[in-house]
């Protein structure tokens, strides 16, 4: 049998369903998971979703006098936030708590939490009677996924490579945003129609208590094939989508920050950030899109408020007139990148440092004399005056 297997690569995109292989393994065949934890021998059971506060723990490990002893959190693309993780210690503060990623490479964890590979996790059972082949097959399709992810992006084109690749990236970029004071960050990856991945990754400071987050997203368009080059884009935003306010109010604060900001989201801010951050070396990988600057149009403030307006009546606009969007909320300029050697490492720095600078740009007062964004008028239809 074949180690990277097409239908165990299926499987395995999925949290839910790697949760579920490592409690029916464990369930089978403890022994070699309490090993590997330190676990003192003798009764253990698993369980899956625990409640845990207002979430649900992936796996929560009991010893025989059913005491909590262990919680394993699956960290997928999206990871779980530090807040997050807070909680579940809060809930089981007896219990030992490992975070279960998918790099293999070496990462940190906020204490107390430590960090496993999933590689390793499931080579417990290689050896196994049994379930020894299923263990096999698994470890041989992560390996396989490991190794591609490691290629620059122009050289990615298996089926899957692309997805495992964000869901690598996202690793790297949390662990740059862990040495970043005072802010909180997301990371996740998404599917897009026709299966294109991507991934999000969000920050703002610890007290900001609105909608709006600094945002990158980063899309493969295409994959590479013998016909043509892996395309792939970069999307530096403003979003206030996936909050808890009305979706008015997300498109209202959204553009009232990316308005003011603007000219920090311009191609040529990006690269002095770059430059200015000590790295240089990564501006490259930005393509110059030439006058437009990375936005959809020019930067008119009135046709974006009456853009805005008509949004937030009910109507449902399309091309936004200056920026790229998703739902009017998550508002951005566009870049194609270099590809040819840009891999995963390089794309996290960047994607990291264009956040940071997003950030600084929005905590930063309003210039003298800056024109305040009105709020949205009544009729859809009648001009918004600026200034």
């Given at each position: 049998?074949?180690?990277?297997?097409?239908?165990?690569?299926?499987?395995?995109?999925?949290?839910?369903?790697?949760?579920?292989?490592?409690?029916?393994?464990?369930?089978?065949?403890?022994?070699?998971?309490?090993q590997l934890l330190e676990l003192p021998a003798g009764g253990h059971t698993v369980h899956r979703e625990h409640l845990a506060g207002d979430g649900r723990v992936d796996?929560?490990?009991?010893?025989?006098?059913?005491?909590?002893?262990?919680?394993?959190?699956?960290?997928?693309?999206?990871?779980?936030?530090?807040?997050?993780?807070?909680?579940?210690?809060?809930?089981?503060?007896?219990?030992?708590l490992f975070l279960v990623a998918l790099d293999r490479r070496e990462r940190r964890a906020p204490s107390p939490w430590r960090m496993l590979s999933l590689i390793d996790v499931f080579a417990v059972w290689e050896e196994r009677p049994d379930v020894g082949w299923l263990a096999r097959q698994i470890t041989g399709t992560l390996r396989t996924w490991n190794e591609q992810a490691d290629e620059p992006l122009a050289q990615i084109s298996g089926w899957f490579a692309p997805d495992v690749l964000t869901r690598r990236v996202t690793e790297n970029i949390e662990q740059l945003l862990l040495d970043i004071p005072g802010c909180d960050f997301e990371v996740r990856s998404e599917t897009h129609?026709?299966?294109r991945p991507t991934f999000v990754a969000r920050l703002r400071p610890d007290d900001y208590s609105g909608p709006v987050w600094a945002g990158v997203d980063v899309h493969c368009l295409e994959q590479a094939t013998a016909d043509h080059p892996a395309h792939w884009v970069l999307r530096a935003c403003v979003d206030a989508s996936g909050t808890d306010v009305p979706a008015g109010e997300a498109v209202t604060e959204a553009h009232e920050v990316a308005l003011r900001i603007a000219g920090a989201l311009s191609y040529q801010a990006?690269?002095?950030?770059?430059?200015?951050?000590?790295?240089?070396?990564?501006?490259?990988?930005?393509?110059?899109?030439?006058?437009?600057?990375?936005?959809?149009?020019?930067?008119?403030?009135?046709?974006?408020?009456?853009?805005?307006?008509?949004?937030?009546?009910?109507?449902?606009?399309?091309?936004?007139?200056?920026?790229?969007?998703?739902?009017?909320?998550?508002?951005?300029?566009?870049?194609?990148?270099?590809?040819?050697?840009?891999?995963?490492?390089?794309?996290?720095?960047?994607?990291?440092?264009?956040?940071?600078?997003?950030?600084?740009?929005?905590?930063?007062?309003?210039?003298?004399?800056?024109?305040?964004?009105?709020?949205?008028?009544?009729?859809?239809?009648?001009?918004?005056?600026?200034?």
């Open positions: 049998m074949e180690a990277f297997d097409v239908q165990t690569g299926r499987i395995l995109r999925d949290e839910n369903t790697i949760s579920d292989l490592l409690a029916f393994l464990f369930s089978h065949d403890p022994d070699p998971l309490t796996l929560l490990i009991r010893d025989g006098d059913d005491a909590p002893v262990a919680v394993l959190q699956l960290k997928d693309s999206a990871g779980p936030q530090r807040q997050q993780l807070a909680r579940y210690q809060q809930a089981f503060p007896s219990a030992s129609a026709g299966g990006l690269v002095d950030n770059l430059e200015q951050s000590g790295l240089p070396y990564l501006a490259p990988y930005l393509q110059d899109p030439g006058e437009k600057a990375g936005f959809m149009g020019p930067v008119d403030a009135a046709a974006a408020l009456q853009w805005r307006d008509r949004k937030v009546s009910g109507s449902s606009p399309r091309r936004h007139p200056v920026f790229y969007h998703e739902r009017g909320q998550r508002l951005s300029t566009q870049f194609d990148l270099a590809v040819a050697d840009l891999d995963r490492f390089a794309l996290a720095q960047l994607v990291a440092s264009t956040l940071q600078h997003l950030t600084e740009a929005m905590q930063a007062p309003p210039a003298s004399g800056a024109s305040v964004v009105p709020a949205p008028r009544d009729s859809a239809d009648e001009p918004v005056p600026v200034g």
